[in-house]
């Protein structure tokens, strides 16, 4: 059974960095893709970062250039550097893995709280 656990969420000042870490365990069978998802209060959640297992990355447009995605295979771990914080931004962040057979796991989310 894979497991998700996301860290790093918190509270940040407008114009701040956090860096949210999804750590993965379990038996994986190939390179799977990696989402970043976030869900604001009264929304849909919403795609914001993927990254393929050939290593391309895509972002949605309200992230663009603010965000990175990246992994680290040794460590299992995927990570959402985010600069340039909003208010906007406010949400809870969930990092989601897409086995190569289909199945879509999730992590618990972390809350992103963006406020002066």
């Known amino acids: 059974q894979v497991q998700l656990a996301e860290s790093g969420g918190g509270l940040v000042q407008p114009g701040g960095s956090l860096r949210l870490s999804c750590a993965a365990s379990g038996v994986i069978s190939g390179i799977p893709v990696m989402n970043w998802y976030r869900q604001a209060p009264g929304n849909q959640r919403e795609l914001i970062a993927q990254l393929t297992k050939s290593g391309s990355t895509s972002y949605t447009g309200s992230v663009k250039g603010r965000f990175t995605i990246s992994r680290d295979n040794a460590k299992n771990t995927v990570y959402l550097q985010m600069n340039s914080l909003n208010v906007e931004d406010t949400a809870v962040y969930y990092c989601?893995?897409?086995?190569?057979?289909?199945?879509?796991?999730w992590g618990q989310g972390t809350q992103v709280t963006v406020s002066s």
């Open positions: 989601s893995l897409l086995a190569p057979g289909g199945i879509e796991y």
